[in-house]
């Protein structure tokens, strides 16, 4: 084995990727483009997801070629109220360590990123 070491990413990680800039800019690959910020080969951020072949010119703004996913959160059993209030202290969790959850303006979407179903 080797001495090295592998970190993941974080959550706020995750955060800091869907509320960067995105431009087309000159890369590699039969479109000629990629999207800053995204690795096109290796973008470990499962919120969001972009496609590079629709740029059409490089400084492009590039956020309409994104998908962006939410972060589900439901209780087990919607009679449950006791996994509905584990629901609601992990949402206030969220909010309290990433305050920037709570500013729809610190993200290039309209839907809430974190959304709490019923079961």
Do not use: H, W
Request: glycine share 8%; with cysteine; net charge negative.
């Amino acid at each position: 084995t080797s001495g090295d070491v592998l970190k993941g990413y974080s959550f706020l990680d995750y955060l800091t990727s869907l509320s960067a800039e995105k431009r087309c800019m000159a890369g590699f690959g039969p479109t000629g483009y990629m999207i800053s910020g995204i690795d096109p080969y290796n973008n470990p951020v499962p919120f969001m997801r972009c496609d590079s072949r629709k740029c059409g010119g490089v400084g492009e703004d590039a956020v309409p070629y994104c998908e962006f996913n939410i972060l589900a959160l439901a209780p087990s059993d919607a009679d449950d109220a006791l996994a509905e209030q584990r629901v609601d202290d992990f949402m206030t969790f969220l909010g309290d360590t990433y305050p920037q959850l709570l500013d729809a303006f610190n993200f290039p979407f309209t839907q809430k990123f974190i959304q709490k179903f019923p079961s």
